[in-house]
């Protein structure tokens, strides 16, 4: 099977003054035909940045590099009519705030009646019967009576459903969700979780699900991408990840979740990520986790470590990649480690040897 979407290398500049800074540096990532990957990281590691590059929606000036191949097109290459036919006609998104995405001047029946008409062409008393249909999708009830309602009428969780359903009107075959669960309670958010793997299941609908938390994916994405200062720092499928995390910044996002605390029997202590997140601009010589790692030594500030596999799965598709010179040191690199001496007979030696030099 080949993949719906392929991101070979991608970077992205945005103009600051007289320069220019890098929000997203040599992302690559795969989605399938009706696959739900994961996209995780603090705030301001790129991740929103990766998913709106999906549908041109980056600001003034943004500079693009690398790969966007969307179902055998470049997107690269195309013009602004081409992008108004791809945005919700094959790659929609749904946004985190839903009252921001939502007009609140218009009715939901406006609002959905007009995709539909806008990238299928139906007549109004055929898109008001797709529009209801849509809304019972999302589990709405009485969607005759939503669609004569505005946004405002209905709760934050019933927002982001009917954002859904907007998402979905024109068929597309790949969503953005980008943390479209963030503002709302565990109930509602366990909702739309059921939600959009019911709608990937029935509809062979590929997501992308942009989040900071690990326990939403935990439960949704059948393979993650974990994003620092723009870059991959760790991708597999999602239960190997969360249950045998081994770049550091995975670790440590994954013993940040509040989750983790359970203060009667004193477990599970929450461990906040010590220092400031860094952005693909201001990130430090080689990896840019290593201000903030506990576990790094001389090695990791030369060179931007590589993603390389450290399991052998059985399809490519599931490989488990790391970009960490300490858990998953490349070879290339650890014959050119700095005060190695001469090159050793694995880079693994190498690590070890250096293992002292930790701070």
Known sequence: MQPILQMKNVGISLPALNTRFDVLSDVSLEVYPGEVVGVAGESGS???????????????????????????????????????ELRGGKIAMVSQDPTAS???????????????????GYKKT??????CELLEQVRIADPDR??????????????????IAI???????????DEPTTALD?????????LF??????????VIFITHDLGVLSALAERTYIVYAGRIMETAPTDELTGHPRHPYAKALLQARPETVDSGAGRGVLRPIPGQPVTASTAPAGCPFATRCPDRIEACTPLVPPLVPVSEPASQRNQHLVACVVHAPAPSLGESLPGSGAPQDSSKATVDSKAKDRV
């Open 126 to 131: 055929t898109a008001r019967k797709r529009a």
């Open 102 to 120: 939502l007009h609140p001047m218009l009715t939901v029946g406006e609002q959905l009646t007009d995709h539909l008409r806008t990238h299928l």
């Open 46 to 84: 790129g991740k929103s940045m990766t998913g709106k590059a999906l549908l041109n929606l980056l600001p003034a000036g943004a500079q693009v590099r690398g790969e966007i191949n969307f179902n055998g097109v470049d997107l690269r290459k195309l013009d602004e009519r081409g992008w108004r």
């Open 146 to 163: 939503a669609l004569k309602s505005f946004p405002h009428q209905f709760s934050g969780g019933m927002r982001q459903r009917i954002s």
């Open 167 to 177: 998402a979905l009107a024109a068929g597309p075959k790949l969503v953005v969700a």
């Open 197 to 206: 793997r019911q709608l990937s299941k029935e509809m062979d609908l590929s």
């Open 186 to 194: 565990v109930t509602v958010q366990a909702g739309i979780l059921h």
